[in-house]
């Protein structure tokens, strides 16, 4: 995502130098079967003020590394803890020296690295803030209350599962359909016949679906045709449809736990929207750029 890209140049240099930017330009399967050891034995966790390794004296302690592991373009999925450990010690130590050279430079005495500075710590603080104050919001006691009132208001749906044929001319599809009338088989017909790429492999099977889901015309017809009956042809944009009803039944409400990530999701950012809203009405604001040119009214027509 371009939000997530790298803010800071230096990091991407040193990513680039470093073991660690080897591993992730390698397909993790195949990292993974290169690297593979037997699973070693679980251990307690390392305190995080453990040190793992020194730069010149700088000591990188556990606690960095766990910072690091956060770290979503740090990311090894299918690598296990002891050699993703290895791979961020090997990260961190190539960061500690380039910082070290970076300050023997003064780069940090820029004026537009200090801006940058200033910038990522105010970034850091809020994200850091609003995720403690949403996890005060989005409690099990919140996810359910809410779960509970969003169903409750929630109307029931009728869902149809479906089969269908599609062909080019209204010709080919009542032949279509007598030959299916006349008792052969649906998906047989549907695997022979079918110009739908989607499921003329699986019969025509469309599987459940709701009727706004569907274009006009083939949602009326399935939805009034009775469940084992085959329809006349049907016109759509696609072309001309024969199609045969398997079961009805009214949608089914997804469960609390089914539920619960987007649940979560939803009170997590309302609590942080809410708070950010808080936070601006209660501070003073002086906005001290020039304000945006208005537009003037377009001119008023007179009618005859």
Not at 100 to 129: S, T
Not at 138 to 166: F, N
Request: net charge negative.
């Amino acid at each position: 995502m371009p939000e997530d890209a790298d803010p800071m140049p230096i990091s991407r240099t040193l990513r680039c130098a470093s073991a660690l930017a080897l591993v992730l330009s390698l397909p993790a399967a195949a990292w993974a079967q290169s690297t593979a050891t037997p699973a070693a034995q679980s251990a307690p966790a390392p305190a995080p003020e453990t040190v793992v390794a020194k730069v010149n004296g700088a000591p990188i302690t556990q606690g960095d590394l766990n910072v690091a592991g956060e770290d979503p373009a740090l990311s090894l999925p299918g690598v296990d803890e002891a050699q993703k450990k290895n791979l961020l010690v090997d990260y961190m130590i190539d960061l500690k020296v380039g910082a070290q050279a970076a300050e023997a430079a003064k780069i940090g005495e820029m004026p537009e690295f200090k801006r940058k500075l200033a910038y990522f710590r105010d970034k850091l603080l809020l994200d850091e803030y609003l995720d403690r104050e949403a996890k005060k919001a989005a409690t099990p006691e919140a996810a359910r209350a809410l779960y509970d009132q969003t169903v409750k208001a929630m109307k029931p749906e009728e869902e149809v599962h479906a089969r269908h044929i599609l062909v080019d001319n209204e010709g080919d599809a009542k032949k279509i359909s007598e030959r299916i009338k006349g008792g052969e088989d649906f998906a047989k017909v549907a695997a022979e016949m079918s110009k739908d790429p989607g499921s003329k492999t699986e019969g025509g099977d469309l599987g459940w679906f709701t009727k706004e889901r569907m274009v006009a015309p083939f949602a009326e017809a399935a939805f009034k045709l009775p469940v084992g009956q085959v329809s006349d042809p049907v016109k759509t944009q696609f072309g001309w449809h024969v199609i045969k009803v398997e079961e009805k039944r009214t949608k089914p409400i997804p469960g609390f736990e089914e539920m619960r990530e987007q649940v979560d999701q939803y009170l997590t950012r309302k609590a942080q929207q809410d708070l950010i809203l808080k936070l601006r009405e209660g501070a003073k604001v002086e906005r001290t750029d020039a304000a945006p040119p208005v537009a003037p009214p377009p001119p008023e027509t007179k009618k005859p």
